[in-house]
């Protein structure tokens, strides 16, 4: 959902105008510069990142009537919406396809500030906030799959976010807190990764895809879907999907989709016995690199959120849908 969407829900629970509560919401949401696809949220989306957004955008937010609305209470409202759950950020990591360039040995913090300390000047102590928060993600997850969280070209700029431009290494020196950022996370992974790296490596999970609308929020005027006040004949959570022709398909993706395992596609599903195919309607593509949908498959996925489904079954017996391209292979 849209952190406009977000901060509408939020002036709706809290007073105030959307305006008061979007820059919270953006926040949480920037991930999504790195890739459009769920897994962005990895990185923003778990129980741990709240006291992130505490920390750069402070305690509270004053909405227009005055009233002080808790940075947490925002975010834990992102998230569900976003979830359908308030996730720790071990739970991103489940079932990683973790990478051989993770180290194996745990990095030290006071010999990292240190070595910045030899390389950059100033004390130790001026280095040692910064290796510090590179390195608080070892109580989120087991193992060294937390370095995932922050060690990578996002998280020096989250760095640099947090610390300022500089770091004031005293007799007014200073030294551009990329560059220190940088050199840490060179130090520890022998690479600076880009963030896509670790987030293609998510195995996708359903909690991962629950993300409301604001038609089901009520934002939009429909009532009747809001989560308060529902009857007891629709309590329960209902998805639909359409059935189409596997005609609307490429050949060339066709072959994909049966010549790869399900696992590794980059959409959620799996084959339709030797019928075809039933997938999740993602409303986000990477647009490039191996989590790229094939453009084909992501053009119906638009068509059928548009038209209110989650999901599509691709049936050779289906209809061919006429406002949908389709080939003769």
């Known amino acids: 959902m849209h952190p406009y969407d977000h901060a509408r829900s939020s002036a709706r629970l809290h007073g105030g105008r959307w305006h008061d509560y979007y820059s919270c919401h953006a926040w949480f949401d920037a991930t999504k510069v790195i890739q459009c696809r769920f897994t962005h949220r990895a990185l923003r989306h778990h129980r741990e990142a709240l006291e992130e ?16 609305i808790g940075v947490r209470i925002l975010g834990l409202q992102h998230l569900d919406e976003d979830c359908g ?23 030290d913090a006071t010999k990292l500030a240190a070595a910045s300390a030899e390389r950059f000047g100033g ?6 906030s910064l290796h510090d928060w590179f390195l608080a993600t070892q109580s989120w997850c087991d193992g060294a799959a937390h370095l995932l969280f922050r060690h990578h070209s996002f998280g020096i700029f989250e760095a640099e976010a947090r610390f300022g431009p500089a770091l004031d290494i ?12 940088e050199r840490h996370v060179q130090t520890i992974l022998n690479r600076v990764p ?11 999970a359903r909690w991962m895809l629950q993300a409301t609308s604001p038609r089901k929020l009520g934002l939009d005027g429909d009532q009747s879907s809001t989560r308060k006040g ?7 959570e209902a998805h639909t999907f359409v059935v189409v022709s596997t005609a609307h398909l490429t050949a060339q993706t066709a072959r994909y989709l049966d010549n790869t395992p399900a696992k590794e596609w980059p959409c959620v599903g799996g084959p339709y016995g030797d019928y075809g195919w039933f997938v999740y309607a993602h409303e986000e593509d990477a647009n490039a690199g191996p989590d790229r949908i094939p453009e084909d498959l992501f053009t119906i996925m638009i068509w059928a959120r548009k038209e209110g489904f989650q ?17 003769d292979w």
């Open 85 to 107: 759950i308030v996730p720790d950020a071990r739970d991103w990591m489940v079932d990683l396809d973790a990478p051989d360039w993770l180290p194996h040995d745990t990095p």
């Open 194 to 204: 880009p963030a896509v790296d670790a987030l293609r490596r998510i195995k996708g």
């Open 311 to 327: 999901y599509i079954l691709f049936d050779c017996d289906g209809d061919v849908v006429a406002v949908l391209p389709s080939y």
């Open 170 to 181: 005293g007799s007014d020196r200073f030294v551009p807190t990329r560059v220190v950022a």
């Open 53 to 68: 957004a505490i920390s750069v955008l402070g305690p509270t937010v004053r909405n227009s009537d005055g009233a002080e």
């Open 123 to 128: 004390e130790a102590e001026h280095y040692r």
């Open 230 to 236: 529902k009857s007891a004949m629709t309590s329960r």
